[in-house]
């Protein structure tokens, strides 16, 4: 096989060999991007508990008496928190939660969460969290 393509032309080569080179890249993205579910929540009445089952940790995040959950969002690897107060963030790598304070008349437009990232657009602003990070963002409409 090896001698038959060394005696094609090399435009004819050339192309076969990166279209090979393609498929193997792509197997190794589509691997990767394959991420097993690691990160649970357990929801308790004064707080929610956030479980790696990777690497068996567990990240207790403390509700105010007047504090309520208005959304979750649970991807593979990040978990986010909507509660009347705070939008809250946890990783499955970053070791705790991560808050960001609410403001008074936010509202949320759309919240999506996929892997390792968040992302949250409110009325105000737009948010993201970064699950391997633990950090938050922020950019005003």
């Given at each position: 096989?090896?001698?038959l393509?060394?005696?094609?032309?090399?435009?004819v080569?050339?192309?076969?060999?990166?279209?090979?080179?393609?498929?193997?890249?792509s197997?190794?993205?589509?691997?990767?991007?394959?991420?097993?579910?690691?990160?649970?929540?357990?929801?308790?009445?004064?707080?929610?508990?956030?479980?790696?089952?990777?690497?068996?940790?567990f990240f207790?995040?403390?509700?105010?008496a007047?504090?309520?959950?208005?959304?979750?969002?649970?991807?593979?690897?990040?978990?986010?928190?909507?509660?009347?107060?705070?939008?809250?963030?946890?990783?499955?790598?970053?070791?705790?939660?991560?808050?960001?304070?609410?403001?008074?008349?936010?509202k949320?437009?759309?919240?999506?969460?996929?892997?390792?990232?968040?992302?949250?657009?409110?009325?105000d602003?737009?948010?993201t969290?970064?699950?391997?990070?633990?950090a938050?963002?922020?950019?005003?409409?």
């Open positions: 096989m090896v001698l393509i060394l005696s094609r032309p090399l435009k080569v050339l192309p076969v060999f990166l279209l090979a080179l393609m498929l193997g890249v197997g190794v993205a589509t691997a990767e991007e394959d991420l097993g579910k690691s990160l649970f929540l357990v929801y308790e009445s004064d707080r929610v508990v956030a479980v790696n089952a990777e690497t068996g940790q207790d995040l403390v509700l105010s007047k504090e309520r959950i208005r959304d979750r969002l649970v991807a593979n690897r990040v978990a986010i928190l909507v509660t009347n107060q705070r939008f809250a963030g946890v990783g499955a790598y970053p070791s705790g939660w991560s808050s960001m304070r609410r403001k008074a008349g936010e949320i437009v759309s919240a999506e969460a996929v892997d390792y990232s968040a992302l949250i657009v409110t009325s602003r737009i948010l969290f970064n699950g391997k990070s633990g938050w963002s922020e950019k005003r409409r």
